[in-house]
C-alpha cells in the first residue's frame, strides 16, 4: 500500500519539534480553526495558490496566462501553477504537494544516520496530521527505527489516535482550552474528542509533551491554566508542558491565502504565563 497525503512544507534541522535537530513534516489541512493560527496555509486540505501581493507591480503577466474563470483570483484558482513561473518578482507559489507515503519515507531517509547520530528524528506537524490518517501511519511505519514524534490537536477519533500512538516515540498534543463551550467559540469544535484523547495519552507509557497555545485574555487566565494542570498531575509519562506565547504577526499570511485574519480577541493585551500553577503540582513547565 502506499497512501497518498499532502504536505505543505519540510524544515529541516529543526530544534523546537523535538529531542535533537530533527526533519519536521507539516501536512496540509486541519479540522480546527483556531482564531490565532499562524499557519493558514496549513488550514485546506488540499494544495493552493500562496501570493505575497505587497510587492505586486500589476504587471498582469499571471493573469494573461491563468485558464481560470476569474484569472489571477484565489477564489477561482485551479492550482494549476501556471502563474507561479511567469511572475518577474517570483510573487506567487503553490502552496501544498502530493507525496506517495513511500516516496516521502525514502526522500526523508536520506538524513536518518546524520539525525540518529545527534539524537534527533523526524516529526510530523500540520496542519492537523491526524486529518490523513492513512498517510500518517503508513509514513511512521515507514521511518521506524528512527525517533518520531507527533504535534497533534488529538481532535480525532479514538482509533485514528491510537493507530499513531502506536508508531511514535514522543506525542507533542496541544491544550487550548478546557471550556467547551470557549473551545468551540475559539476553535470551532467541541473538545470532548481532545480531552478523551487526552486521557488516552495520560493512560499510556508513551512519553508526551504538552504545548498550549497562550492566547491573551482567552486562555491564559488563572481558571483555564489551573483546569489544565489539575488535568495533568500526577502523570507520570507527561515529560512537561510548555506555554508558547502568542506573537502579534499570526496574521501576516492569510492574505496570502486569499483569507482574512480576525482574531476575535485583543491581540495586545499583556499575556500571562503562569508556570506556577503547572510548577506546585509538580508539573515541569517552560515558557517558549
Ligand atoms: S495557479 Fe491559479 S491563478 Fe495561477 S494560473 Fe493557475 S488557476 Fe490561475
Ligand atoms: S505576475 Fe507577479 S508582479 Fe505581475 S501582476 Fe502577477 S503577481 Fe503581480
Redesign the pocket.
Known sequence: MDSRGVVFDIKEFSVFDGPGIRTTVFFKGCPLRCRWCHNPEGLKFTPE?MVSHGSCTRCGR?VG????TA????E?????????GVCPLGL?R?CGLEYGAGELAEKLLKDAGYLRSVGGGYTISGGEPTGQPEFLVELLRRLRGNHRAVETSGFCSEEIFLSMLEEVELVMMDLKLINGHLHRRYTGQDNGMILENLNRLKRNAKPFVIRIPLIPGVNDTEENLRAAADMLRDTKALINVELLPYHKTAGAKYTMVGMEYDPGFDIDRALNPDTHIFLERGIPCVVL
Do not use: D, E
Not at 496566462?65 to 481560470?68: N, R, S
Not at 484569472?71 to 484565489?74: K, L, T, W
Not at 477561482?76 to 507561479?84: D, E, Q
Open positions: 495558490l499571471c496566462v491563468c485558464p481560470g484569472p489571477g483570483s484565489a477561482a484558482c485551479t492550482h494549476c501553477g501556471r502563474c507561479v506567487r503553490i
